[in-house]
């Protein structure tokens, strides 16, 4: 397994690689990886004759006052649990890599990232597409993964690919949970022992609205409302949103109906975490 730091490593080889006519998969990650990351890097195993995994905590994408900083990092962890899965290149670059001096070519949206971790993430959104297709164009995959626990950044992947005409294909991974129901996260490491125990408020008020959506209940807000009850047990836990939206487009609906996204973020402590499930 390769470790390449620089745009001109990784594009080398892959040339090589796709002048034997191998398939190459990709999964961009931030690092501090756990199971759902290596879901993903074994759906591309699968699937590719390479793979890819880039580590990079994307600077672009935090706002000013979020955890840039302390964002957790362990580039020899990760390099044990990529080499575990097979992958064979991880792409670790420097900030001064991915943005030269006098940077300013940026990727936006209108419409799918203004809802949820859009209103109180403003400019979350544009960083992410910005490195994403930076690094489709570095690594040039076949077939990209990402996780359905970022169910919007999915989404908007998704129609990025699609509006742009990248020749890529990307696939939505299921969310891989503890066995207690947290849904995986690099951040639940800033959680205390407290913290961690109220945090499983998240997967049970889903689980209360999914029942009822799987028993009959169509009215989105009703849904929301048992959602957002029970959230309110929970001392620690304060809601960031509650909300029920088409999945394609992002936007809120009055009836559930085709495929759509019940996602919640909430903060616990400090700690703001997310989770979704799809129905339809």
Known sequence: MKICSTVKEVREQVNAWKKEGLTIGFVPTMGYLHEGHRSLM????????KVVVSIFVNPMQFGPT????SYPRDLEKDAKVCEGVGVDLI?????????????CSY??????TTELCGRTRPTHFRGVQTVVLKLFNIVKPDN?????????????IKRMVTDLNVDITITGCP??????????????TYLNADERK??????????????????????????????SDNIETEPLAKIDYVDVVDFATITPVDTIKGETLVAI????????????????
Do not use: C
């Open 42 to 49: 074994e759906a591309a195993r699968k699937n590719n004759d």
């Open 66 to 69: 979020e955890d840039l900083e």
């Open 91 to 103: 792409f670790h670059p420097e900030p001064e890599e991915m943005y030269t001096e006098g940077f």
């Open 107 to 112: 990727v936006d949206m209108n419409g799918l």
């Open 144 to 156: 990209a993964y990402f996780g359905q626990k970022d169910a919007q950044q999915l989404a908007v």
């Open 175 to 188: 969310i891989v949970r503890e066995e207690d129901g947290l849904a995986k996260s690099s951040r639940n």
């Open 198 to 227: 109220a945090a499983l408020i998240l997967s049970k008020s889903l689980a209360i609205g999914k029942e009822l959506i799987e028993k009959g209940e169509t009215d989105a807000a009703k849904v929301k409302k048992a959602i």
């Open 265 to 280: 973020a909430v903060y616990i402590g400090k700690t703001r975490l997310i989770d979704n499930f799809i129905i339809g």
